[in-house]
């Protein structure tokens, strides 16, 4: 876990007015995930770490993020699926900063297995969808079905993100497919230049925290989207080297 992503997760978390616990999988520094210098913690300290979290807390929903190895897969999967964490949102990463794929084919086949069938909402980018459903996505028909392929390796609802996608255009357009087979794009101008960073994590954050105060998926989704919509729109600059989502707006 980069500090940066770690922090865009808890301070939407505490805006949200849910608190925030964590299980760390790992520590690197912004931007080397790719570095070999980063720490990978062993699938004990993750089984630990779930442990003392669970000991005494009841926990009302759950993100999942970065996993690089099996180990970890495995150890993140059996906590979701034998202890009480609530709804799982599922925000995969599967490329590291370079572009390259994170996971083995190995880990990569238990990922696609058995974690995704346990999340309520699943959060891909257009390039993880590609990876995961194993074709193309060109087109909006082509969203459509990788939505339906991934609810057909059992995740309930599905937010395809629409960011890298169609560059041209002047709209972000974000789709989504309910666990009830409803399904509707969320459409938003691109924000101004500079771009803030936080926009990923905050946004499956956000439908975690939503989740754990009540809402229903749909609309945990739709006020995430237009939190992220407010607080891309309004950069907050964190000394002179961080230019962050704006999670008071
Ligand atoms: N330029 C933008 N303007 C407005 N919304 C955006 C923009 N880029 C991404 N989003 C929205 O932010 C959310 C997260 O998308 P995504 O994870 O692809 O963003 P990202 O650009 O990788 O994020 P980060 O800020 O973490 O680099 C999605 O709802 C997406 O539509
Ligand atoms: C967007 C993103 N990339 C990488 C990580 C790894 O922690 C993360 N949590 N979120």
């Given amino acids: 876990m ?4 770690l922090q865009a997760d808890l301070n939407t978390f505490s805006v949200k007015r849910v608190y925030g616990v964590t299980v760390l999988t790992s520590i690197f520094s912004d931007g080397e995930m790719s570095s070999k210098d980063g720490i990978v913690l062993s699938a ?4 630990r770490q779930f442990g003392s979290i669970l000991n005494g807390l009841h926990i009302s929903s759950c993100k999942v993020g970065y996993l690089p190895n099996l180990d970890l897969i495995t150890a993140v999967e059996q906590a979701c699926r034998n202890q009480s964490v609530g709804p799982v949102v599922l925000d995969p990463i599967l490329f590291d ?3 390259s794929p994170i996971l083995d084919d ?8 058995d974690l995704i069938p346990l999340a309520n909402v699943i959060t891909p ?12 996505i060109t087109s909006d028909d082509d969203v459509i079905h990788a939505a339906n392929e991934l609810r057909g390796i059992g995740v309930q ?7 890298n996608e169609h560059q041209g255009r002047d709209n972000i357009r974000d789709y989504v497919l309910l666990e009830d087979g409803d399904d509707f794009w969320l459409t938003d101008k691109h924000a ?22 009540g809402q229903k998926t749909e609309n945990a989704i739709r006020t995430a989207k237009e939190f992220i919509t407010d607080a891309t729109r309004n950069v907050l600059q964190v000394g002179d080297s961080i230019e962050s989502i704006n999670f008071w707006s």
Avoid at 44 to 47: A, E, N, Y
Avoid at 157 to 163: M, R
Avoid at 192 to 213: R, V, Y
């Fill in 192 to 213: 101004p230049f500079p771009q803030p960073s936080g926009k990923d994590d905050a946004l499956s954050a956000c439908i975690t925290a939503e989740l754990a105060n």
């Fill in 44 to 47: 004990t300290s993750v089984d």
């Fill in 106 to 113: 190995t880990a990569f086949s238990k990922y696609v297995t």
């Fill in 2 to 5: 980069g500090n940066r992503y």
């Fill in 125 to 136: 980018t257009i390039e993880e969808a590609e990876k995961i459903v194993g074709f193309e």
């Fill in 97 to 99: 900063e370079t572009g």
């Fill in 157 to 163: 609802n599905v937010l395809i993100k629409g960011s």
